[in-house]
C-alpha cells in the first residue's frame, strides 16, 4: 500500500469517525433531494415582511412554515441571488400573481442565500408583497437539495399543500415564464 493511499484511508476513517462526510478527490456529495408526495422539511428563518402573511406577526423577525399548515398552500420558490436579472423578473411576476394564488388559499415565500438585509432591499426595491427568508448559512437551501456548486440556490419551486406535504417540485424553470405555470397548477390542483 502506497504512503499516500495509506493517508487518504487514514483521513476518510478519521472524517467518519467525527461524523463528517468524506468524498474523494472528484466525488461530489449527492444532497438529498425534496420528493414530490412526501413532507417538505422544517423551515424557519429569519424573512422580510412577514407580517404580510401573517398580520398577528408585526414585529417578528423570523418565520416558521409550520404556521401556514392547515391553513395555506406554499409556493416556496428558491432563487439564486437578490436583486439579479431572473431573479427580479420571476419575483415579480410572482409579486403580480399574489392576489389570483390567494384566491386558491396559496401564498408565496421567496428564499435565496443572500442575507435579510440585501433581501429587504430586493422587497423594497421591487415592492414586493410575499416575505423573502434569508438563508446565508444555506441550511435550508441543503435540506431542499437545491445548493448550487456555485454556493447559491438553484432556480426551483415547490408547491407545499395546507397539510405540508410537498405536491409538485419543479427542477426547471423559466425565470419569466415560471410564475404564471405555477399559478395554473395552483388553480388545476387547488381549485374547486
Known sequence: MSLRLLLLS????????????????GEEKEAPKVEEGKPAPKVELQATQIEKLLPDKKDAKTLNLSEFKGKKNVVLYFYPKAMTGGC??????????TEDLSKYDTVVIGISTDKVEDQQKFTDKE???????????????????VLGKNGLAMRQTFII????????????????????????????????
Open 88 to 97: 427580479t423578473k420571476e419575483s415579480c411576476g410572482f409579486r403580480d400573481r
Open 127 to 145: 415592492k414586493l408583497n410575499f416575505p423573502l427568508f434569508a438563508d446565508p448559512d444555506k441550511k435550508i437551501t441543503e435540506a431542499f437539495g
Open 10 to 25: 487514514v483521513c476518510a476513517g478519521l472524517a467518519v469517525s467525527f461524523g463528517m462526510n468524506a468524498t474523494w478527490a
Open 161 to 192: 399543500d395546507k397539510e405540508g406535504v410537498v405536491r409538485k417540485a419543479y427542477r426547471q424553470v423559466d425565470a419569466a415564464k415560471h410564475p404564471e405555470e405555477v399559478l395554473e397548477y395552483v388553480k388545476k390542483t387547488f381549485g374547486k
